[in-house]
């Protein structure tokens, strides 16, 4: 009886040790009247299941976030004292979970950013302003926080294809796997900006762009784990385009182009428009969200070529999925309403690539960026 007893505390702790860690999810959120800041929950990596978010820091429009790469550090766009700024905080660690504390925070100086990202080594941080056409650069000191602007670009042309494209519009940053080079999708001139990148020196140089389809409107984009192959998204058309990546070369050249929603259901939707793309971890699929259509929909990677083929188009149970994220495993995806005010969790078929709602749903005031760790 007693050899009984103790196998199962035995078992039972051993099931305790073994348990997953709850992972950090950090969400963004526009300056919608409902959101107060930057909000926090966790998601159970074995279940899926979302914790109630609660605001970890307040801030006015924190639209966008990134974590440093080593460092206990999370950053964002937003304002403060009315100034649109790139804003450092550093995690603190609790019994109740983890809390922001704000580092410093630099003015932009050039409006309001749409994107940022932090570099491979920690130490430079890159925006993206859509609404004055610019990119700009930022230095970072040895704690997380921020140091200065070091350089502020402004975008010249655009295609004049479309009604948003009768100026630059900068959207996305962010850096090449090797850490050489800074691309901008600029969505009002139908280009992906390519810049050599100086870490030393937290400066940019001109060096190229990717072409995507006239009108097309390139949002975000992103690398595949084998650094050859860029996915572009394109908000306009809502379709996707891939390029081949010369690393040394710093270039890209367009190979496909696929839509993520049939013309003929776009036309039936009021407004619609292209949001986010990620990648799966391991490699075989892609996603992107849908706007209007109010779904993600799901692509297998041919493994040779890099090209996409449409597995399936999921609703994201909510409205406007202005952003979405994958857990570090590729287990889970997490979309964000914007309009709905939510955050639904889906499994996601490592073998199809399918998604699967997980019947679990939260409540955070106009969810745009999100970030799972």
């Known amino acids: 009886m007693r050899t009984s007893f103790l196998m199962a505390m035995l078992f039972v702790t051993t099931s305790l040790s073994n348990a997953a860690e709850p992972l950090d999810v950090w969400i963004g959120t526009s300056g919608h009247k409902m959101s107060n800041g930057i909000y926090h929950c966790t998601l159970n990596p074995e279940d899926g299941k979302l914790t109630a978010p609660s605001l970890a820091s307040e801030v006015r429009g924190p639209g966008f976030l990134d974590r440093h790469p080593t460092m206990l550090c999370l950053y964002a766009v937003g304002s403060l004292n009315n100034k649109p ?54 230095s970072l000191n040895d704690d997380g926080s921020i140091k200065e602007r070091t350089q502020l670009i402004k975008h010249t042309d655009a295609s004049g294809i479309r009604l948003n494209q009768t100026s630059p519009h900068p959207h996305w940053a962010g850096f090449s796997p090797d850490n050489q080079f800074v691309f901008v999708a600029d969505l009002g001139k139908d280009e992906i900006v390519i810049y050599r990148f100086d870490a030393a020196s937290s400066m940019l140089t001109p060096h190229g762009a990717g072409i995507t389809p006239a009108g097309a409107g390139p949002r975000h984009m992103k690398f595949h784990s084998n650094g050859k192959w860029i996915y572009v998204l394109n908000e306009n058309d809502v379709t996707v385009t891939l390029f081949h990546y010369d690393a040394q070369a710093g270039t890209m050249s367009a190979q496909q182009t696929e839509a993520a929603v049939p013309k003929e259901q776009l036309a039936q939707e009021l407004r619609f428009s292209a949001s986010e793309i990620r990648m799966h971890p391991n490699g075989r699929f892609a996603y992107s969200a849908n706007r209007g259509h109010d779904t993600i929909t799901a692509f297998r990677i041919d493994q040779e070529s ?27 995806l997490l979309a964000a309403g914007q309009d709905s005010h939510t955050l639904a969790s889906f499994a996601i078929n490592k073998d199809t690539g399918e998604l699967t709602y997980n019947r679990d749903i939260v409540h955070v005031p106009a969810p745009i960026c999100v970030v799972i760790e």
Do not use: M
């Not at 890159?126 to 610019?134: E, I, L």
């Open 85 to 138: 700024s790139v804003i450092a905080y550093g995690i603190e660690q609790f019994e109740s979970g983890p809390k922001l504390k704000l580092l410093n925070s630099v003015e932009i100086g050039d409006g309001g950013a749409t994107h940022l990202a932090v570099d491979k080594t920690g130490k430079t941080i890159v925006t993206a302003q859509y609404g004055r056409g610019s990119t700009a650069v930022f």
């Open 306 to 332: 890099g090209e996409l083929t449409v597995i399936e188009r999921e609703n994201i149970r909510g409205a406007q999925p202005r952003n979405f994220n994958l857990d570090p495993t590729g287990k889970w």
